[in-house]
């Protein structure tokens, strides 16, 4: 007599029921808000209007090494910003924390419009040249919209978002766990591809963090526990 197959926890049930939630509609959500984003992000970073202000270095930046395999972590960003929207359990829900995500861009943009910044130009070491994903990344994202980071200011506002839905859902400790690393290896790989210093990082996070902060107290915060019943 086979051996039933035991029944998949009760949290990775509701996961993948609010991933299928809506799934078309929040993918050509996400997928509409990078492409107004990154429209907006490019116009900002090719046509300064202000002088733009070369980041100084810091004790950190001369202590983390170039790694080129940080570029993993470094792309993975657009993977994780999307798991918030795709864990929205309303089109009510998924539409406010639009809102907030929203606001976090735009407040990165107005500085980059206000106060351009650039990393120094001879951050990045000669031999990125042998690894192509580096001659690609240079010439999509230039050295310009420095400070704040906001590749770090999203996966920050993401990391809060994607543990306080962990936690809604009954998730155990250890996808909490789990996202607190990939959130510093995100942070990390800023550095470690020389796409940002120290100081664009820490502000970067500051932005993340008072969105997230906002979002959470007056957002949609009050997302219930998925119940089976629901489900």
Same mark, same amino acid.
């Not at 120290?198 to 915060?221: C, I, N, S, V, Y």
């Given at each position: 007599?086979?051996?039933?197959?035991?029944?998949?926890?009760?949290? =990775?049930?509701?996961f993948?029921?609010? /991933?299928?939630?809506?799934?078309?509609?929040? =993918?050509?959500?996400?997928?509409?808000?990078?492409? @107004?984003?990154?429209?907006?992000y490019?116009?900002?970073?090719?046509?300064?209007?202000?002088? /733009?202000? =070369?980041?100084?270095?810091?004790?950190?930046? $001369?202590?983390?090494?170039?790694e080129?395999?940080?570029?993993?972590a470094?792309?993975?960003?657009?993977?994780?910003v999307?798991?918030?929207?795709?864990?929205?359990?309303?089109?009510?829900?998924l539409?406010?924390?639009?809102?907030? #995500?929203?606001?976090?861009c735009?407040? *990165?943009?107005?500085?980059?419009?206000?106060?351009?910044?650039? &990393?120094?130009l001879?951050?990045?070491?000669?031999?990125?040249?042998l690894?192509?994903?580096f001659?690609?990344?240079?010439?999509v994202d230039?050295? *310009?919209?420095?400070?704040?980071?906001?590749?770090v200011?999203?996966?920050?506002f993401? #990391?809060?978002? &994607?543990?306080?839905?962990?936690?809604?859902? *009954?998730?155990?400790?250890?996808? $909490?766990v789990?996202? *607190?690393?990939?959130?510093?290896?995100?942070v990390?790989?800023?550095?470690?591809t020389?796409?940002? @210093?120290?100081?664009?990082?820490?502000? !970067?996070?500051?932005?993340?963090?008072?969105?997230?902060?906002?979002?959470?107290?007056? !957002?949609p =915060?009050r997302?219930?526990?998925?119940?089976?019943?629901?489900?």
């Amino acid at each position: 007599m086979p051996t039933p197959t035991p029944p998949a926890p009760a949290w =990775t049930t509701r996961f993948t029921t609010l /991933v299928r939630r809506h799934f078309l509609l929040k =993918t050509a959500g996400i997928c509409l808000f990078m492409w @107004v984003f990154f429209v907006l992000y490019f116009h900002t970073l090719r046509e300064p209007v202000f002088r /733009v202000f =070369t980041m100084p270095l810091t004790a950190l930046d $001369r202590a983390v090494p170039f790694e080129p395999a940080a570029l993993w972590a470094y792309v993975s960003l657009w993977l994780y910003v999307g798991l918030p929207p795709g864990l929205m359990p309303s089109l009510h829900a998924l539409l406010r924390y639009g809102i907030w #995500a929203a606001g976090l861009c735009f407040s *990165g943009l107005l500085i980059f419009y206000f106060a351009p910044t650039a &990393v120094p130009l001879r951050l990045l070491p000669a031999e990125a040249a042998l690894h192509p994903g580096f001659a690609v990344l240079q010439g999509v994202d230039a050295a *310009g919209n420095a400070c704040p980071s906001l590749h770090v200011a999203a996966a920050v506002f993401s #990391a809060f978002w &994607v543990a306080h839905l962990m936690r809604a859902i *009954g998730a155990p400790a250890w996808t $909490r766990v789990l996202n *607190g690393v990939w959130l510093l290896a995100i942070v990390w790989s800023t550095l470690a591809t020389r796409q940002h @210093v120290a100081l664009d990082a820490a502000a !970067g996070a500051l932005l993340g963090a008072a969105f997230a902060w906002g979002a959470l107290r007056w !957002g949609p =915060t009050r997302i219930e526990p998925v119940s089976s019943q629901r489900l």
